[in-house]
């Protein structure tokens, strides 16, 4: 019931002043921003032992007999669970532009998170062989991954234009994509590859705060309703099947989590209304 609210409330928004008149004032504004995003969900990777194994039981007949009874016991499977935690950067530059009517109403969109990172782990150490030669051995990994999130708002301030502070709601709608590639650099582990698309929408509050005539400090809280996920996680290791192979999580809809922004907001271009 509640997703059903939140789905009409997004669905008012987006649509609303549909009608509206032609011959309205519109202007066009810029902005940049640090933006707040929770990290990824972790994926993990299932295993499931098989423990059979035959132990022999001895059970004897009598206190003082010598014969004994042989059973067959088999142990049960063990479930191995192996989980991985994506990197992910919490904090990202943004910006946006955004055409505005009236200076209430607008339509925005953002690029909220774009980054590529790369790092390495490597330990290396000398040990000795059975002998006694000294061996070089070495451990670790070269990771990458990349992340690029578009939103598109459509919403409402409220207040005089002239105010020097407004409130203001939007629905938005956000599609991410995010890639990671894990190479080894020993063979204690796997090489690791993921592809993720995520697909988010929310209502966000905002505050907007003016500095000067043309430039606004914009506060936003953006609670984020994950709609669907599409992954494919795959660890390279040969000893498992082409399904255990394969990485997921549990989705437990409807998933909510909250991540934020903060914006300096320029007025690039303001258009005026056409006299009669």
Do not use: W
């Not at 649509?15 to 972790?42: C, D, M, R, V």
């Not at 936003?220 to 192979?245: A, F, H, M």
């Not at 991540?259 to 303001?270: C, D, M, N, S, V």
């Amino acid at each position: 019931m509640k997703i059903k609210i939140i789905m009409l409330c997004l669905g008012i928004i987006l649509f609303q002043n549909g009608y509206a008149q032609k011959k309205t004032e519109k202007s066009i504004y810029t902005s940049s921003s640090i933006n707040y995003y929770p990290e990824l969900k972790s994926y993990s990777f299932l295993k499931i032992i098989e423990g059979n194994q035959d132990k022999l039981v001895l059970k004897y007949l009598t206190g003082n007999s010598g014969t004994f009874v042989i059973d067959s016991i088999s142990s049960p499977g063990v479930l191995n669970e192996t989980i991985n935690k994506f990197p992910t950067q919490i904090f990202n530059l943004g910006t946006s532009i955004q055409i505005s009517k009236d200076h209430s109403t607008f339509h925005e969109i953002s690029l909220s998170r774009f980054s590529r990172s790369k790092s390495s782990y490597e330990n290396t150490y000398l040990l000795k062989d059975a002998m006694g030669n000294n061996r070089l051995h070495s451990i670790g990994y070269r990771q990458k991954s990349f992340i690029l999130s578009l939103r598109y708002e459509y919403g409402r301030m409220f207040g005089y234009k002239k105010n020097n502070f407004r409130f203001g709601l939007s629905g938005f709608f956000e599609p991410t994509l995010y890639t990671y590639k894990r190479e080894i650099t020993s063979v204690q582990d796997y090489p690791i590859k993921a592809t993720i698309f995520s697909f988010n929408v929310g209502i966000v509050p905002m505050a907007s705060i003016k500095l000067s005539k043309r430039v606004f400090l914009d506060l936003k809280v953006i609670p984020r309703i994950l709609l669907g996920e599409y992954s494919n996680v795959t660890v390279n290791n040969p000893i498992l099947s082409p399904d255990d192979q394969k990485g997921g999580r549990e989705l437990d809809f409807p998933e909510i989590d909250i991540a934020g922004a903060i914006q300096i907001r320029y007025l690039l271009k303001e258009t005026k209304k056409k006299r009669k």
